[in-house]
Nanobody, 122 residues
């Protein structure tokens, strides 16, 4: 499966963005989807994950209550709604798919998309 993340951009603190992760192929619904992010010159970190059916989600403490992850298997797309953005959310965001559980924070994944840059600044 090939993944393409989009929707990044520049937003002011307190603002919102919605990232999309579009997948090619007919096996999208077979994979848990996870998002990671990597701030400049820092380590990659887990953000959120969603199960194959979309019935279960898991979030890093740093984004819990502000970010919402969903998916539409009919459209082969996952969405990361990011609200109340903070400067520390600035990073390149990556979506992944694979056999790794949606709640796993380990950065190993079968498939990675190209990242999309989110910049939160006034």
């Amino acid at each position: 499966v090939q993944l393409q993340a989009s929707g990044g951009g520049l937003v002011q603190p307190g603002g919102s963005l919605r990232l999309s992760c579009a997948a090619s192929g007919r096996t999208f619904s077979s994979y848990d989807i996870r998002w990671f992010r990597q701030p400049h010159e820092k380590d990659r970190e887990f953000v959120a994950g969603i199960s194959r059916s979309g019935g279960s989600t898991y979030y890093a403490d740093s984004v819990k209550g502000r970010f919402t992850l969903s998916r539409d298997n009919a459209k082969n797309t996952a969405y990361l709604q990011m609200n109340s953005l903070k400067p520390e959310d600035t990073a390149v965001y990556y979506c992944t798919a694979g056999t790794q559980a949606y709640y796993s924070g380990r950065s190993a994944a079968d498939y990675w998309g190209r990242g999309t840059l989110v910049t939160v600044s006034s």
